[in-house]
Structure formats: C-alpha cells, structure tokens
C-alpha cells in the first residue's frame, strides 16, 4: 500500500490521539528523534562502515530504524503545523534553483 505524506501525518496523528493519549512535548520528541537518528547511525556505521556488529546490533533492522526516524519527524510536524508535503515541495524547488549546475560542476562527484 503506497502512502501519501499527507496521508502519513494523518495516521501518525489518529494513532497519537487513540492509542498515544497525547503527544509528547516539542523538546522530548526533538531529543526522541536525536536518540533515532543515532540508533540509524549505528545500524549504518555497522552495515556500511567500519564497525563489526555488537550481538545486541543483529537484530536490528535499517529500515525499522529509518522508518522510527520518519514516525517521530511526522509527529514533529503535526505538532508544529508543518505540513510536509508543501514542506517537500518547497526544498525541492529551492535545490533546483540553488543547486541547479552546483553538483554538475563538483568534479568530486564525476
């Protein structure tokens, strides 16, 4: 089943509302999200990087990893009012014409 951002904020909402009680505050769910990004790391550091795997790192999966990053950025979002489609779009458009011939002539990536 393919998923919509905007369809995203939505369930992560319903679900924060019926089964979460509430969400938690803007500061907790920025060092929640920080704890996330760190935990993707370490899966990365791991799979890709240099580091041999802990036993306790075995079973943990990159894209469970990647996709708690996403659930606790959306949350961010709903409770911020950031819709993350029109959020999306904005970037994309600002790296088109920021970036437009940046990377084309960085001689480090040819």
Do not use: P
Request: glycine content about 4%; overall charge negative; aromatic content about 6%.
């Amino acid at each position: 089943m393919e998923i919509t951002l905007q369809q995203a904020q939505e369930k992560v909402d319903h679900w924060i509302r019926t089964v979460g009680v509430r969400y938690f505050s803007e500061l907790t769910n920025m060092a929640i999200l920080t704890e996330e990004v760190g935990e993707l790391a370490r899966i990365m550091a791991r799979k890709y990087g240099d580091q041999s795997f802990k036993e306790s790192d075995k079973q943990k999966e990159l894209a469970d990893e990647m996709a708690d990053v996403l659930w606790v950025l959306i949350c961010m979002a709903n409770q911020t009012g950031v819709n993350l489609t029109e959020a999306l779009e904005k970037n994309f458009e600002k790296k088109n014409i920021r970036d437009a011939d940046r990377h084309k002539n960085n001689e480090k990536l040819h």
